[in-house]
Structures are given as C-alpha cells and as structure tokens.
C-alpha cells in the first residue's frame, strides 16, 4: 500500500537521522515503525502524572535504576514509585535504605508468580496502586511501574503506563539486543546498563549499539553506568523531556 | 440470558486482578498442608462448600436486589473476621467493577464493593441472572486457587484441570443452593466459614516474602 | 429430652450484681458458684443428664442488665453423643441479650463419632455492653471419628451484625481449608475488644473484625493446644474516659502505641471471675 510517512503532528519531533520518504507503487505490503507517527495515545496533559513502565530481566538493575531516578528527580518533581518485584517489600526497602524516596510514596504489588501477566494482561493491581499514591499524595508529575524481573517479552500494556524503558544490562550478554523480543524492539528508550562491566565480561558494546539500532529504527538507545553515573543522567534526562511536554 | 456473557463474566483472563490471589492456598502450601493433588482437593472442596457457598450467595443477592448492596456488603463484613480477607475482597472487587465499566454501562457503586457484591452486578448489567451470578462466583473461588497450585507446587496442569472438571458438579450444586437462597435476609444468608482460611491469611500477611496478594 | 435455662443478671445498685433468675431443669442446671467480691456474679453450668442425644432440644436463655457482670461457665465438657437413630439432631439454642458484661466461657463441645448436633447462638449486645463469647469444639474423642456438628453464630452489637459464623464438621471431607488434620477448634469473640493480642502463627490468629470487636481462633491437634493460645486473653475495659475514647474500640493491641497499651493494663481489672 503507498503511504506517506512525513505525517505531522507535535510527538514525536522527528528524529536527526529520520527522511520523509514515500514507498512507491511496486513495493511489496509491509509494516515498520513509524517514526514520523506516535503509536501511544496522546498524553494527558496535566490531567494526571506521566506514567513510565520500567522493564527488563532479573538482575538488569531496573531497582537502581529506580533509585538513581528518584536520587535525579526526587527534589524537582512530584514522584511516586510503584514496585512489582514478587518479594513484596524487597524493592520497596532498597528504595528506603537508599534513602531516595519516603515510605509513603512507594507502594508494593503482589504478581501471583506472574509479573508479566501484572504490567500486561490484568493491570487492575498496578492501576489501584497508582490511584492510591495520587490519592493519598495529591496531584503527582512522575509515576515510576517497575516491573518484576521476567523475560525479554515482557512489556507494559498502554492501559497502565504511557511511555517504558527496557533496561538490559551488558553481562546479560552483547547478543541481548540482536535476539530482539519486544521489550527491546518496542520499548520507548532502551537503556544498556552496566557498561562499566563491558570489558570485564567480554561485551562488545559497538556490536550491541548496532543491533539496538537495526532493532529499534529510531526509537532511541542509552547506554548507562549507575557506576560512573548515579543519577542516570541520560534517563533523567529522557524522562524530563516527556514531563515538560 | 446469554451464555456466551457468562463465559465472558467467568473467564479466567478476564483483567479483574484474580491472577495475584491464591484464595489462601499459598499460606496452606507454606504451612505443609498444602502439597499434592489429592491435598488440593481436599482443599478445593473446603473452600467450595465454605467460602464459595458464601460468595454464590452473595453475589446472587447482588444482582437479585440492586437496592441492598451495602447491607450485602455489611454482610459479608461479618462474615469475614479476618482484615487481609476483606481488604483482599475488596481490592478484587474494586478491580472487577473497573473490568465491568469497559463491558457494560453499571449503575454508580462505592469503589470499594466486597468481590461477591461486585460479581452480582457486573452480572445482573451483562443481563445475567442470579444463578449465572452464583456460578460465576463458585466457579471463580475454585479455579483461581486451582491456578495458583499450578504455579505455586508446579503439579500436572492436566491433573488440576481433571480436577476442576470433576468439581463441577459440585460448583452447580452449590451455586443452586445460593441462588435458591439469594432472597434471603442478609443473616440468614451462608455463613459458612473456614478457619485455617481465616488464620492462613492473617498469618500470610505477615510475611516478609510472598508471591501472592492474599 | 427438652429443656430450658434461664438467668438474669442485674446491677444491685450498690455497684455488684444480683441474680434476678436463676433456674432451668435437667440436664441444663444452672448453680451460683463462687465468692460475692469484684462487682460480678459466677453462675456454672451443671449437666444433670448425659448428652445432649439427639432429639435433645435445649434451650439457654442469658440476659445481663447495664451495670451487671456475669460469669458462665460449665462444670465439664458438654460431650454430644449419637442417641437413638432415626431422631432428629440433638439442638441446642442459646439467646443472650446484654447490656452490662458478659463472659460466656464453657468448656469445649466435643463430637463424638455418630452424634448429630445443632448449636445455634445469637448474642444481642446493646451499644456500651461488653462480651467475651468463647466457643470450643473437639471433633470426635480420642482416636475416633468426628460426628457431625453444625455451629451457627450471630453476634450483634448496637443493632447491627457484627460476626456471622457457621461451622460445620463431620467424619468425612477433611480440607486444608478448614480445619485440616487439626481436631481442636477454639474461636474467642470479644466485643469491643481484647487488652492483649498476639502475632498471627499458621495455627493461631487475632483478628479485628469491621464492626467494634475482635474474634481469637486458634487450631489445634488437641483442645489443651487451644487453650493454651486462648485461655490468657483478656477483654478490654471499655473505654470510659477521654484518654481511652480516641483510640478505636476494636484495634488489636498490636496496632496500638505501647504507651496506650501500657495505660491500658494499668487500667485493666479482672472482667471474669
């Protein structure tokens, strides 16, 4: 079918890289993300808090991620966590020990087994979790889902958060990206965690950076060291831009 | 009545929060009563005859008498001594009226109905009758704790299906016996209770590391 | 056998409590036991006949005036036994109205293999009265199979039902659910609450109820396990003073400061005699 990718509209400001381009006539049917279209329903603007999902496989460091967010945006926005890790305090006291975020605006969901099945197929917990943090905290800029550890088709449905990162670490091995899966291909920002361990594990990170891109198109890739970075400047930096909008 | 909107008010996927309740079964599984089929079973059919009977019946006064939600409400208060069963109840009903307000337009509830009252009218707004609403909950008390033994012992799915499909006469038995009774005043309605379901959750809410919400 | 007890408890007007009736017929044998001191009376249960068989329908009839304290407790187990076939289950109703204080704590019901028993129970507390309900069973004698005994209790408070409970039990269908291999059951209700709670175990648990009160069940292999987690409890003072008025009535100890708790014992008095 020819169509015409250079639609407008103000999300997303098209990437550098991205040409309008035309498919001609002869091209056989195909689909690709589209980087000149939004998939995500328009955000709320200002109704209530920017919802962002954060995915990724067991031991990917979605927690410190968590916990650099919080360390990064805790005294500039309204921010509350929700956490779904199956031990139903685990997440939640790391948060506490660390000191970045009251008890009060941390709430912990029991998956069932399931943490997939709790971001993606019934989101009804995760969803009274985020209303009880509004409610109880009043209006809110920022609300962080962080998901149990699961597997690499684990994402977030569009019923509970309104942009997701996927966070895969360098250990995890540099094909992760290459294998795909939709937390890789659809996420919104791809983080690459642990690049201080690189070397250490024998990753190549170039090879990894090339895979994401082949994956992902234009949708955008960080890679990150809470290491060398404790307030995961370039996620802070991603986040800050959805709220502003 | 429809039956194709009573599978769709009993199906398991349906998004209304089911998947991180055991229906106690993980606190009896920590406990060493809990470890293979025939110990399911047994389990199962407790919970049938108690808690299920109590939910049947609730739920098909629910959505026989629009009018006494809140004293059904109460009702099944008094029937559930144990705080982290009726925050569970509650919290499983919240989540099946937001299911509910994306099927079908549903008369204005407090958020915080019991699971049984909110099952009663999500059934009566899909055009469902009492005994379709007491099925649905019998059925609902069996297969969520079913499901949570799958996953928490990791035994047979065949063998728990085989399970439930021999417990579903039961469930009709029951789920008659609450309709039949749906028209009762709110005391004189089921109380059948199960004290190691009551411990069991007080116990399970206790603990530092669990897998599921109640 | 058909039988009824009847006593009334009444505030003497001189801060104790007088026995306005005190009657019944056999086997259901009401007796004054115990001394005048603490404000309250003790009345123990007599059984003068075996059973109760089935075909027994017995009757406890208990109403406890505003200012009035009352003690009931039986002499010895009330052992339910099988009785002639073909009878109707034995029952046993007991109605309790009161608006002073009553402490119902008999010894445990115990099922013996065969029997067929009805015990039906509805205690009517008026607002301000204060309760502590103790219900024990034992599903069948040493080594033998439970009988089938249905519970079914109704505690109301201030017009309102506060704990509906049925329990029943019999010699099949053992479940995980209810009692497991457990053959001891107790339950402990107190309204408006307990002055001590403890941590829930797998076998054990304080719970608060929605309405003012709290209820106490414990498992266990024999009744002397029960008893051990449910014989030190307490119920609370009712509140009669500011201090107390801010707190709700029907928190556990658990959830309250160890301050208000503290207070709370140096408050407390013997409720039952």
């Known amino acids: 079918m020819p169509h015409d990718h250079a639609h407008g509209g103000a999300w997303p400001r098209p990437s550098d890289n991205y040409v309008p381009h035309v498919h001609g006539p002869d091209e056989p049917p195909h689909s690709h993300p589209d980087p000149g279209v939004d998939p995500h329903q328009p955000l709320a603007g200002g109704a209530r808090a920017l919802r962002v999902g954060i995915g990724g496989p067991v031991g990917s460091g979605k927690t410190a991620l968590v916990a650099a967010l919080c360390r990064a945006l805790g005294t500039e926005l309204r921010l509350a966590v929700v956490t779904n890790d199956i031990y139903t305090t685990e997440d939640a006291d790391f948060l506490l020990r660390n000191g970045v975020l009251p008890a009060e605006r941390i709430r912990a969901v029991e998956t069932g087994c399931c943490p997939h099945t709790a971001i993606r197929d019934d989101i009804s917990a995760n969803l009274d979790a985020v209303e009880e943090l509004e409610e109880a905290l009043g209006p809110l800029d920022l609300v962080l889902v962080e998901s149990g550890g699961d597997n690499l088709t684990a994402t977030f449905s569009k019923g509970l958060i309104d942009r997701q990162i996927f966070v895969v670490d360098v250990a995890g091995g540099d094909k992760v990206p290459r294998k795909g899966g939709p937390g890789v291909t659809a996420a919104d920002l791809l983080v690459i965690n642990k690049t201080d361990l690189a070397p250490l594990v024998g990753a190549d990170l170039s090879v990894m950076e090339r895979d994401a891109k082949a994956r992902r198109g234009d949708l955008p890739t960080v890679f990150l060291s809470l290491v060398e970075d404790r307030a995961a400047g370039p996620v802070a930096e991603w986040i800050r831009e959805l709220v502003r909008l | 009545m429809s039956l194709a909107t009573l599978l769709v008010l009993a199906d398991g996927r349906l998004p209304a929060g089911g998947h991180a309740h055991s229906g106690g079964l993980e606190a009896q599984v920590a406990a060493g009563r809990v470890g293979d089929l025939d110990d399911l079973a047994g389990f199962l059919r407790g919970k049938l005859r108690t808690s299920g009977l109590v939910a049947a019946a609730f739920a098909a006064a629910a959505c026989r008498r629009p009018g006494e939600w809140a004293a059904l409400d109460d009702g099944i208060d008094a029937r559930t001594p144990s705080p982290a069963l009726r925050k569970a109840s509650r919290a499983q009903g919240r989540a099946l009226l937001r299911a509910g307000r994306a099927m079908w337009p549903l008369p204005s509830v407090g958020r915080e109905a019991h699971q049984p009252t909110a099952l009663g009218i999500l059934a009566r707004a899909g055009g469902l009758g009492p005994g379709e609403a007491a099925v649905a909950a019998a059925h609902g008390v069996i297969t969520g704790a079913a499901s949570a033994a799958v996953r928490l012992l990791g035994l047979d799915p065949y063998a728990v299906h085989g399970l439930i499909a021999r417990l579903a006469p039961d469930c009709d038995r029951i789920a008659t016996e609450a309709a039949r009774r749906a028209d009762e005043p709110v005391d004189d309605l089921p109380a059948a209770g199960a004290p190691l379901l009551d411990i069991g959750a007080e116990h399970h809410a206790t603990w530092e590391v669990r897998l599921f919400a109640s | ?273």
């Open chain 3, 1 to 273: 056998m058909r039988a009824v007890a009847r006593i009334v408890a009444e505030a003497d007007g001189r801060g104790g409590t007088r026995l306005a009736v005190l009657r019944g017929e056999s086997p259901l044998l009401p007796r004054r036991t115990g001394g005048r001191g603490g404000g309250g009376v003790t009345v123990h249960l007599v059984g003068g006949a075996a059973g109760p068989l089935r075909g027994d329908d017995l009757r406890v009839e208990v109403a406890v005036g505003a200012g009035a304290r009352l003690t009931v407790r039986s002499v010895a187990a009330q052992l339910v036994l099988p009785g002639r076939a073909g009878l109707p289950a034995s029952r046993l109703d007991i109605r309790a109205e009161v608006a002073g204080t009553l402490c119902w704590l008999p010894e445990p019901l115990i099922a013996a293999a065969g029997c067929d028993h009805v015990t039906n129970t509805r205690v009517d507390i008026a607002e301000g009265g204060v309760v502590l309900w103790r219900e024990d069973l034992v599903c069948g004698r040493h080594a033998e199979p439970s009988g089938t005994v249905r519970l079914s209790t109704t505690i109301r408070y201030a017009g309102s039902t506060l704990y509906r409970h049925d329990l029943s039990v019999g010699p099949d269908g053992r479940s995980a659910a209810v009692l497991g291999d457990f053959r001891a059951l107790g339950a402990l209700i107190a309204v408006p609450g307990l002055a001590e709670g403890f941590a829930p175990t797998d076998r054990a648990a304080v719970m608060p109820l929605a309405g003012p009160g709290v209820l106490a069940t414990a498992v266990g292999e024999d009744i002397r396990e029960v008893r051990a987690v449910l014989d030190p409890l307490r119920a609370a003072e009712r509140p009669d003073d500011a201090r107390a008025a801010d707190r709700p009535a029907n928190a556990t100890a658990a959830e309250r400061p160890a301050d208000a708790r503290a207070a709370e014992r140096q408050a407390e008095t013997a409720t039952c005699g």
